[in-house]
């Protein structure tokens, strides 16, 4: 069985930071990517950023500049830094792991963490 949990979301003031973790654990064979996704009310989940096995990373245009996706020591963590928070970067966040957990490679969702940046 594998487990993904985030942590680190919380409340934060326009233009300030946070940084949420991402950690896959359980029977792993393989991670080919972790990436970060956000869902804000009444809107579809998007894609925030995401890391490869090999470390290339790619954002959506809205966090370009603001957000960075780093991995952990171990292949199994991700990092999400946010900066220069804006009132539109809220939503609750939530990790994927694209990973084997013996055949095959599948997307295991975490149960997200809610992120919300007062005005």
């Known amino acids: 069985q594998v487990h993904v949990v985030e942590s680190g979301g919380g409340l934060v003031q326009v233009g300030g930071s946070l940084r949420l973790s991402c950690v896959a654990s359980g029977r792993i064979s393989s991670i080919n990517a972790m990436a970060w996704y956000r869902q804000a009310p009444g809107k579809q989940r998007e894609l925030v950023a995401a890391?490869?096995?090999?470390?290339?990373?790619n954002y959506a245009d809205s966090v370009k500049g603001r957000f960075t996706i780093s991995g952990g020591n171990a292949k199994n963590t991700v990092y999400l830094q946010m900066n220069s928070l804006k009132p539109e970067d809220t939503a609750v966040y939530y990790c994927?792991?694209?990973?084997?957990?013996?055949?095959?490679?599948?997307?295991?969702w975490g149960q997200g963490t809610q992120v919300t940046v007062s005005s």
């Open positions: 890391i490869s096995s090999g470390g290339r990373t």
């Open positions: 994927n792991a694209d990973l084997s957990a013996g055949i095959g490679y599948y997307g295991y």
